[in-house]
């Protein structure tokens, strides 16, 4: 795990030194070893930077730049199956120097180009130089769990891990994308292809992108599409053979995942999903694992009893640490710097507390990330699998929906002050008027419809929409393939690399693994729902009176905290003082908002993720609140 940047300029406004700040801006993704390659290249100024985080070969003949032919990588993330490859190779005459993956990496690239990325099994996000050719490749793994951003100005393209490395290029102007605020406010992220800036991009997971450098063009290109898999005729097996063969490809995945030559542990919630990892690996070992929970005091948000109960019955080393309200404040006023882009999922929170407590014992933590999108695991899917169907038979629905519309916003309001009712009736409708389940699904895990964005902001901004059909898939597919394109690569793994990277801890998603993908995409849904195949694996290795409970999310009591030991958050960064002197929102909107909640549980996500985005500009626009 580490930090790349680089650029391509034909302006020559970068050199050395600016590339020395630049890579040191991500010291955290990788505080073991730096290095770089500066060159002058006919109109070019070249430069590639990389911080080390040491996981495979610790010795410095594995750092980077890394050099071979024509050749050059920067590259963040691990190939798990790096040395079935390397035998590949060494049977095709390569000679190998290093113990490392990235040299596998680049002698695969070297021998079948760009058909070597469906041999790599792992996480990555890399930079191929190819001087020959004066090409340059950025490349993103299958899922989007490495990030991977790129700039593009005319005459000179950049490449970062994270945003905050562009800001010292004196090309890049701080200048908000329209597009990215309204999907962090509709949906919590900054949705993929968008960044939080004009004119940076996320490379798209399953993709990269090809830079020719003498036609100063750039060109995407898909590699991976998961949505292939759900669109082949489901796999023809007995429930107790379908079973085996993902017990036994989880067995494979899970172990891959352990190698590293530094200290491996595991992130255990209690809930299925790590459980499960947790009991494939012990049961593969004598040696007790590291296993670490993040638990509170308030018992509905604790889950640190389930955790070391399963830990104690299947022998691993467990760590556990309550939060407390102070620890939690720590986080939060750091979240800005830990996150480039806002983020408003507040189990970001526990995420940077466990990361941070794991990482006094290892360097590696395995998670359980994943598996609710692969195996139906949000009670939500068939809770709005019956309300869309409920809605498709009411009659004269459109009609339904133009007498909504047709009532006033001022009988509305004293609702919206007191009540959910409002955000209810606004999303009701709008689930009445769309023709798409994708646009239905959309409307209902929003936090700000379209409709209160046009009342919170002071400016009008474009309706930005992230839906795609897919209407061949049963309605519970078709949700769970939708948060898979999105909520899982632009929240999920956002949370956890950053979280863990900030640590200098690498975060691993075993369940994730493009084996388990590809073959969990043609499982019949009945062997899916609510984890059930899951379930059966585990029970294998685990009582069921240890996993059959109520799904708890990684959450905490936030609102709670809110309201009493950090209220001077929405205080200080919901004024409506201060409201009216940044310009960005409508300072009634914002003060009924607030109103609201502090009044009722009402309105909690909304006021969380304006408290975090107004953290992020405090941050960026150097604002005083």
């Known amino acids: 795990m580490c930090g790349i940047v680089g650029f391509f300029d034909q302006v020559k406004t970068h050199d050395r030194e600016m590339l020395q700040r630049m890579t040191d801006s991500q010291r955290h993704r990788g505080p073991d070893a730096e290095g770089h390659l500066f060159e002058k290249l006919g109109k070019f100024h070249i430069g590639l ?11 410095s003949h594995a750092n980077q730049p890394m050099q071979f032919a024509s050749l050059t990588i920067v590259y963040n993330g691990e190939i798990y199956n790096f040395s079935e490859i390397r035998i590949e190779l060494e049977k095709a005459g390569y000679i190998f120097f290093s113990a490392s993956d990235t040299e596998v990496i680049l002698k695969a690239f070297h021998y079948w180009g760009v058909k070597s990325l469906e041999k790599f099994r792992g996480m990555f996000a890399f930079c191929l130089y190819d001087s020959a050719q004066q090409k340059a490749y950025l490349i993103r793994d299958r899922v989007g769990v490495k990030p991977l951003y790129f700039f593009y100005h005319q005459r000179s393209f950049m490449f970062a891990s994270e945003v905050k490395t562009f800001s010292f290029s004196p090309l890049f102007k701080k200048t908000l994308s329209a597009n990215a605020i309204n999907s962090y406010f509709q949906y919590g992220y900054v949705g ?37 898999y759900y669109h082949l005729p ?69 889950e640190a009893l389930h955790a070391q109960t399963i830990a104690a019955y299947l022998g691993t080393n467990h760590h556990h640490k309550r939060c407390t309200w102070q620890d939690a404040e720590s986080v939060i006023l750091s979240l800005s710097t830990m996150y480039d882009e806002p983020l408003a999922d507040h189990s970001a929170i526990p995420t940077a507390l466990v990361s941070e407590f794991a990482k006094q014992k290892v ?32 009659p004269f629905k459109y009609l339904l929906v133009h007498l909504l519309s047709l009532i006033p916003d001022p009988l509305l309001v004293g609702y919206q ?8 009736y606004l999303k009701l409708k709008t689930c009445l008027g769309s023709k798409t389940l994708e646009a239905k699904f959309q409307a209902v895990i929003k936090t700000f419809t379209y409709d209160d964005i046009k009342k919170l902001f002071s400016k009008i901004l474009p309706n930005h929409s992230l839906t795609k059909n897919y209407e061949n898939l049963e309605t519970i597919e078709r949700m769970m393939f939708y948060d898979f394109k999105h909520y899982l690569p632009d929240n999920l793994m956002v949370k956890v690399d950053r979280a863990t990277m900030h640590f200098s801890l690498e975060g691993r998603e075993p369940l994730l693994d493009h084996k388990i993908l590809e073959f969990a995409a043609r499982l019949p849904l009945r062997l899916k729902k609510n984890k059930l195949i899951l379930k059966k694996i585990l029970n294998k290795y685990l009582p069921a009176s240890m996993f059959e409970r109520k799904k708890q999310g990684f959450g905490l009591p936030l609102n709670e905290w809110l309201r ?52 992020w500009y405090e941050k960026n626009f150097a604002e005083s609140f």
């Open 49 to 59: 930077g990389h911080r080390r985080l040491s996981i495979l070969d610790t010795k």
């Open 192 to 228: 993929t292809p968008h960044s939080i800036f004009e004119n940076i991009v996320k490379v798209k997971p399953g993709h990269y992108v090809e830079f020719d450098l003498l036609e100063n063009t750039f060109h995407e290109h898909q590699y991976w599409d998961l949505s292939t």
């Open 234 to 302: 489901k796999l023809d097996l007995t429930d107790q053979e379908a079973t085996e063969t993902l017990h036994q490809h989880c067995i494979e995945a899970f172990s891959l995942r352990m190698v590293a030559d530094v200290p491996v542990g595991i992130l255990l919630s209690g809930g299925i999903d790590s459980s499960l990892i947790t009991a494939i690996l012990q049961n593969n070992t004598t040696r007790p694992l590291e296993t670490f929970t993040m638990g509170f005091a308030d018992q509905g948000y604790d």
């Open 363 to 394: 360097t590696v933590a395995l998670s359980g990330d994943g598996g609710d999108e692969l195996f139906c695991g949000y009670p939500s899917y068939s809770i709005n699998e019956a309300r869309f169907k409920n809605l498709d038979h009411i």
């Open 417 to 424: 002050l007191n009540y959910d009712w409002y955000n209810r």
């Open 564 to 615: 009493k030991e950090l209220n001077y958050l929405m205080k200080r960064y919901l004024d409506e003082t201060n409201i009216k002197k940044q310009g960005i929102f409508d300072p009634k909107y914002v003060k009924n908002l607030s109103r609201a909640f502090s009044l009722s549980k009402t309105h909690d996500q909304r006021v969380w993720t304006l408290i975090v985005f107004q953290l």
